[in-house]
């Protein structure tokens, strides 16, 4: 396991993939670096890469309003994305994009070492939980790996898109809060 520092650097210097091309900045993620909740993410989009941090956009507003609504903000917290480079227009993630930064993501979650790993949406889930993952019929449901409880909610931009779909992702952070709880966890 490589120190925060080393980490940072090596994935700042990343070549691995052709993002590497198009990107203004590498966003690595934002918070606390022992937290015990780990938000992941799909990638940057525009905002992101301009800033060099992860959901500042319009979904990054979305984001920060959800977690208020259990108690959480980007202090008490880790945010951080699958692939760490824009995809050009902010298409999903290729497999190989994803197969070149998981190490970073792996090394990020080995040194925070979470307790709830939340993932935004149908990549992050399917990388992380399973391959086969269907975020319409499994989002909200818990996971237990390694120690880890992990869950999916709908990513935030599919939310501004599709506003029908935040009632039950309400619910979803709800039942976060809820486990945070059950696992004494303090943010």
Known sequence: MMPWEELERQCRACTRCGLCETRHQVVFGIGKRDASILFVGEGPGEQED???????GPAGK???DMLSIIDLNRENCYITNIVKC???GNRDPLETEQNACIGFL????????PKILV?????AAKRLIRQDYR???E???WEERGGIWMTAIYHPSAL????SKRPETFDDLLAIREKICSLHILP
Not at 119 to 123: F, K, V
């Open 50 to 56: 301009l800033k060099g941090e992860p959901f500042v």
């Open 135 to 137: 975020i319409s019929s």
């Open 62 to 64: 979305l984001l920060d």
């Open 119 to 123: 993932c935004l949406g149908r990549i």
């Open 86 to 88: 824009r995809p050009p």
């Open 139 to 141: 989002h909200g449901q």
């Open 160 to 163: 501004l898109r599709d506003v």
């Open 106 to 113: 792996r090394n990020q979650t080995a040194l925070i070492r």
